[in-house]
């Protein structure tokens, strides 16, 4: 929400100046929806074991964006955040994507594909790699996760040897 | 009649000066022909190269100048000028700003559709390609990161849409600099404080472009290109805040 409350009170009349001015291409209602309102915007204890942590960006319009997602005993997805820097599109398609893998297997999260938000958000195509970035970043989230449980595993085989 | 004759009179006056300064900076071409031709000229403007350049209003057969030197009428430019021969600046990343917006304003002066509003409707045509040409090399040139990607262009190379996870150590400095500026929204001498710190990194890093450039080294470039649009990002970001402040340097 902080990100939307960093938005200058007086841009709703200078948008609608603008739009009346300049013949533009508006975004889809479903981008709009996110963008007003993100869901799970946030951040979660990256040092938590149970916390993965991806963060990517897109060199080509200089976004960032961190995603983050918790998993339990179960290999399920309890909870997602995500914190994105960059255009509209950018920052639905995060907010989608935490949306989606939540409650889904970690399996089932990886099986998520970019053109599946691109496709719910109806995506033009010079934003279809903001919704690559989304998907990317639940990957980069889920491998961190993987790697602390690896990490995990050789500690506690570890001290069981010794 | 009026600027036909002061037309005159600073051809004659300026016939060295400024004449020879047009035709190195549009015209640098006769010099250097393995330019890599642009697109939007060739889509915009339609030039033979082939056949001799030959006044389109009068016919006359003239040599490489902005106009004909028998009928003095605005001529199409040739089709593979780069941004750098349009404004007259050898092609390297340093450059002397002054130098651009000098060059800018003298090309501006002789190519601004207001100069041609009596003029035929061919030439009022040309003045508006030409001087929307000059605007566009002008708007890249000065800018550091636009100047660097479009050297790259030049090189054959862009900037990839792909994402961009594995330098996650510079993403993670990028991310905590965002949230920085998220935190000190409504704080001056904090968003102050973060310009003039984003700017000294920009121009660390338009230095270490210009060095890898002058030692050709593109991938090098690239990869601080990178860096920069990010920062440039953030320079946006900050740009946009301070203006809703109210700050005014």
């Known amino acids: 929400m902080s990100l939307l409350r960093s938005l200058p009170s007086g841009l709703n009349r200078t948008t609608k100046l603008i739009s009346r001015s300049v013949p533009s291409v508006s975004y889809h209602p479903n981008v709009i929806d996110h963008y007003e309102n993100p869901r799970n915007v946030g951040s979660l204890d990256k040092n938590d074991p149970k916390v993965g942590t991806g963060i990517v960006g897109a060199p080509a319009c200089g976004d960032v964006m961190k995603l983050q997602v918790k998993v339990d005993e179960q290999g399920r997805i309890i909870d997602a955040k995500f914190k994105t820097f960059g255009c509209g599109s950018a920052i639905a398609s995060s907010s989608l994507a935490t949306e989606w893998v939540k409650g889904k297997t970690v399996d089932e999260a990886l099986a998520l594909k970019n053109t599946d938000i691109a496709k719910e958000l109806c995506l033009p195509p010079v934003k279809l790699h903001c919704s690559m970035l989304a998907e990317d970043a639940i990957k980069a989230a889920l491998s961190d996760y993987s790697i602390k449980q690896k990490q995990k595993t050789n500690e506690n085989s570890n001290t069981n040897e010794t | 009649?009026?600027?036909?004759?002061?037309?005159?009179?600073?051809?004659?006056?300026?016939?060295?000066?400024?004449?020879?300064?047009?035709?190195?900076?549009?015209?640098?071409?006769?010099?250097?022909?393995?330019?890599?031709?642009?697109?939007?000229?060739?889509?915009?403007?339609?030039?033979?190269?082939?056949?001799?350049?030959?006044?389109?209003?009068?016919?006359?057969?003239?040599?490489?100048?902005?106009?004909?030197?028998?009928?003095?009428?605005?001529?199409?430019?040739?089709?593979?000028?780069?941004?750098?021969?349009?404004?007259?600046?050898?092609?390297?990343?340093?450059?002397?700003?002054?130098?651009?917006?000098?060059?800018?304003?003298?090309?501006?002066?002789?190519?601004?559709?207001?100069?041609?509003?009596?003029?035929?409707?061919?030439?009022?045509?040309?003045?508006?390609?030409?001087?929307?040409?000059?605007?566009?090399?002008?708007?890249?040139?000065?800018?550091?990161?636009?100047?660097?990607?479009?050297?790259?262009?030049?090189?054959?190379?862009?900037?990839?849409?792909?994402?961009?996870?594995?330098?996650?150590?510079?993403?993670?400095?990028?991310?905590?600099?965002?949230?920085?500026?998220?935190?000190?929204?409504?704080?001056?001498?904090?968003i102050k404080k973060l310009v003039q710190d984003n700017e000294i990194i920009l121009n660390n890093l338009a230095k270490k472009i210009a060095d890898a450039f002058r030692q050709e080294d593109i991938e090098k470039a690239k990869s601080f290109l990178v860096q920069m649009k990010y920062y440039d990002s953030i320079n946006n970001r900050l740009k946009k805040l301070k203006h809703d402040l109210g700050i005014i340097e």
């Not at chain 2, 390609?129 to 262009?153: D, W």
């Open chain 2, 1 to 190: 009649m009026y600027l036909r004759k002061s037309f005159l009179t600073f051809t004659r006056n300026y016939n060295v000066l400024c004449l020879n300064l047009i035709q190195q900076n549009l015209y640098s071409y006769h010099v250097n022909k393995n330019y890599v031709p642009l697109q939007f000229l060739i889509n915009t403007l339609q030039y033979s190269n082939n056949s001799p350049s030959k006044c389109w209003n009068c016919n006359f057969v003239y040599k490489s100048d902005l106009f004909c030197s028998k009928c003095k009428v605005l001529q199409e430019p040739p089709e593979n000028l780069t941004y750098f021969d349009i404004i007259g600046i050898s092609r390297s990343y340093d450059v002397k700003i002054t130098e651009i917006q000098k060059k800018y304003k003298e090309l501006q002066k002789l190519l601004h559709p207001d100069k041609y509003s009596t003029k035929s409707e061919k030439e009022k045509q040309l003045s508006e390609n030409l001087s929307s040409l000059v605007n566009k090399a002008y708007t890249t040139l000065i800018h550091p990161l636009k100047r660097g990607l479009y050297m790259l262009k030049l090189n054959g190379i862009t900037i990839s849409e792909e994402t961009d996870s594995l330098n996650a150590e510079f993403l993670m400095k990028i991310m905590e600099k965002n949230e920085e500026i998220e935190e000190a929204t409504n704080n001056v001498e904090k």
